[in-house]
């Protein structure tokens, strides 16, 4: 048995050695994920992402990182994960992407299995795939973006992915989204299907990190990953939306909010509670009439919403008027 990450990178790099033993090992350095992924900067709004398929259990908590302002990180095969914050570090501090890589492969005596993709703040882009990474294996560089892949099922999969990268339309999520499918429909991951994530931060960083994450969302166990990620990147705009909502309820820009919470209704419209809300801001601004319809197709899709409507009169979201609550609560009963 291996018991040290040192004697783990020595055993990688023994000729010869049959590589399902690695999969058995309990490491605490080098963890095996295969997987495809891309790094991308979205040149317009200066947004960085990371996306990633694998055919390994919570995918996101591995391979994705990214910094506002500084840059991204994908770190995969037998992953090191050093080399997200590592890499992130180095760039912040003001070396290229290429440096940063460079600097951290050369201290790495695992470096031959590992793949590892980095991108800078400025567009800078460098790759690492190591001589050892189990084939089908690779990486294409092209403007703003790196795609790379390992353990696939054809070498056509990273082609296809920066194909679909470049000729996407949309924000940073879409084309990323778009190159993962790419890579699915050339065969993907050998193994087949596990976990997916998506990561996004802003290109005007604020200094906290919390309000400079756009997106970041991981698909840990599905059989369908990529349908997921894609179905929560729609809740997730959705979400962002509502939000927007609500800031502009707090200042009471009513027109900009209902706007607002209309796209989140249409983004995700099998959920009743959004278009609740718009119910409730129109109840509360005098325009009773427009929200009754509404009421009544949310309170028939989830009752519980009714009983919630009295309760949000505390809260200032409902004026203190008992017939117009009543009106509300009586709506299609």
Request: aromatic fraction near 8%; charged fraction near 25%.
């Amino acid at each position: 048995m291996l018991s040290t990450a040192k004697n783990f990178q020595n055993f990688l790099l023994t000729p010869g050695i049959f590589l399902g033993v690695l999969f058995s090992q309990p490491i605490s350095e080098s963890i095996p994920v295969h997987t495809y992924s891309i790094v991308a900067l979205d040149e317009k709004t200066g947004e960085l992402g990371v996306a990633v398929q694998s055919h390994w259990f919570s995918v996101g908590s591995l391979v994705p990182w990214a910094k506002a302002g500084v840059g991204a990180v994908a770190t995969q095969s037998f992953v090191k994960v050093d080399y997200g914050p590592d890499g992130l570090k180095l760039m912040e501090g003001g070396m290229s992407a290429e440096s940063a890589l460079n600097k951290l492969v050369m201290e790495d005596k695992g470096e031959a299995v590992r793949q590892v993709a980095m991108i800078d703040m400025k567009g800078n882009v460098a790759t690492h795939t190591g001589e050892k990474c189990i084939y089908a294996a690779g990486h294409q560089i092209g403007k703003n973006y790196s795609v790379q892949a390992n353990l696939m099922e054809n070498e056509t999969v990273w082609p296809a992915m920066a194909k679909a990268f470049e000729n996407t339309e949309g924000d940073l999520a879409d084309k990323m989204m778009a190159a993962l499918y790419a890579a699915e429909g050339e065969g993907g991951d050998i193994r087949g299907k596990q976990s997916a994530a998506m990561l996004i931060v802003t290109g005007e960083p604020t200094g906290v990190p919390w309000k400079d994450v756009v997106m970041d969302i991981r698909v840990d166990d599905h059989a369908e990953p990529l349908k997921e990620l894609k179905r929560l990147i729609r809740v997730h705009r959705a979400y962002q939306h509502a939000n927007k909502g609500d800031y502009y309820l707090e200042f009471s820009e009513i027109d900009k909010a209902l706007s607002e919470y209309e796209m989140a209704a249409k983004y995700y419209p099998e959920n009743p509670e959004l278009p609740y809300w718009s119910a409730i801001t129109l109840a509360g601004k005098g325009q009773l009439e427009k929200a009754l319809p509404i009421f009544k197709d949310v309170f028939k899709r989830e009752p519980r919403l009714r009983k919630l409507t009295p309760r949000l009169v505390n809260a200032g979201l409902l004026p203190d008027d008992p017939e117009l609550i009543e009106t509300i609560m009586k709506v299609d009963e």
